[in-house]
């Protein structure tokens, strides 16, 4: 049957993250879709973050779009350009290689949730406010390439 259950589809918060940059992410829980659904050419999860936590830590993609839809409560996205509100119905998208680093921050004081999409990418992701970096393949590195 196309239509998912959210409810059958196992919840996580892990990270991949370092343990000094892992803080913003510990209550932000996600589902993969994309697995549950038999789909093979893009990526896809349900996101949902309590007051207070982020999305991830601000990065960019070299070779992954991502486009998010708000669904439910608020959220901020925070980017090159500033800080931009986004409420249920609200879409933001995000090109590979533009290298404009993005996070969705909850500041409110109820949960927010928002489906993300994106093709699965085995190439680097930048995170321009903290010292590290993902280089093709991983694992993690601090930008001078050495390790955690």
């Known amino acids: 049957m196309p239509k998912l259950d959210l409810e059958t589809i196992p919840q996580t918060n892990a990270t991949g993250y370092p343990p000094e ?3 913003k992410v510990q209550a932000r829980n996600y589902r993969r879709l994309a697995p549950a659904a038999g789909l093979e050419d893009f990526g896809a999860s349900h ?3 309590e007051p207070g936590a982020w999305s991830s830590q601000r990065h960019w993609h070299e070779g992954e779009d991502e486009l998010l839809v708000m669904v439910e409560g608020e959220g901020v996205l925070v980017d090159d350009a500033g800080e931009h509100a986004l409420r249920p119905g609200d879409i ?5 290689n533009d290298g404009n680093g993005h996070v969705i921050q909850n500041r409110s004081d109820a949960p927010c949730s928002f489906v993300v999409v994106g093709k699965p990418s085995t190439t680097a992701c930048h995170y321009p ?16 390439g050495s390790a955690f």
Do not use: E, Q, Y
């Open 21 to 23: 940059f892992a803080d």
């Open 47 to 49: 996101v949902v973050l």
């Open 92 to 96: 933001a998208a995000f090109p590979k």
């Open 129 to 144: 406010d903290i010292d590290m970096h993902l280089p093709a393949g991983g694992p993690f590195t601090r930008k001078d």
